[in-house]
């Protein structure tokens, strides 16, 4: 079987399992499935959408601030060899104000390309999730509360907010090349680079090069190797 049979057949298994779990898990728990190898429209299977207001073909950096899915989806690219999945269970995100709790699992053909990733976010503030619970019990014929619109996030606009929020953590104004750096890592983390034109983005608001940037991830990467040599 080749690699691009794997990953058809592994999406296909991942999509059943979202349909079979959409069926018990409650209103406050949304699962996803993402394609990485199309981040513009990577959401390929979504259970409890209205969570996040995401839908099938919905882009990957429409995604809860602080998730460190992305983290795991680096370390599975760049860090870890091999072809197992890379799990990154029960961390905390906020997703518009709300706080969750998160799991992401990536999975990785038998070249250890990373393909596809399954996340599950439960909406855990409490006020919300017990009110949807009690919603369940209305009469029947009761209006139902409108839906929350599923219009799938603009991708520039998703790219801007990564990239600004990542100059307010690093300092704005005659950043240094620290500063810089700093900035580059937390829009990896983001997953900007994943996203094509990122790059060229991150070097248009740093005023660098789009070589620079290269050479910013690769120290970057650099810093995260294990330090098994002196």
Request: aromatic share 4%; net charge neutral.
């Amino acid at each position: 079987m080749t690699p691009s049979q794997e990953r058809q057949l592994t999406l296909t298994v991942l999509k059943a399992t979202l349909q079979a779990l959409g069926s018990v898990v409650p209103r406050n728990v949304e699962i996803l499935l993402h394609d990485l190898d199309h981040p513009e429209h990577s959401v390929v299977a979504i259970v409890n959408g209205q969570l996040s207001g995401r839908q099938v073909g919905s882009p990957i950096l429409a995604a809860p601030e602080q998730d460190q899915g992305f983290k795991a989806l680096m370390q599975a690219a760049n860090g870890q060899p091999g072809c197992t999945p890379v799990v990154l269970p029960d961390y905390p995100t906020t997703l518009k104000g709300r706080n969750l709790r998160s799991a992401t699992a990536i999975f990785r053909d038998s070249g250890g390309h990373p393909f596809a990733s399954l996340c599950v976010n439960t909406d855990v503030t409490g006020l919300d999730a017990a009110m949807a619970f009690l919603q369940h019990f209305q009469p029947l014929g009761a209006t139902p509360a409108p839906a929350m619109s599923s219009e799938p996030a603009d991708m520039a606009v998703l790219m801007a907010e990564i990239i600004h929020g990542a100059l307010q953590r690093s300092g704005q104004g005659r950043m240094n090349k620290q500063a810089k750096v700093e900035a580059v890592r937390v829009m990896q983390e983001r997953g900007l680079f994943i996203v094509k034109g990122g790059v060229e983005k991150a070097a248009e608001a740093l005023g660098v090069t789009r070589y620079t940037i290269y050479n910013y991830l690769e120290q970057l990467r650099g810093e995260h190797a294990p330090a098994d040599r002196d």
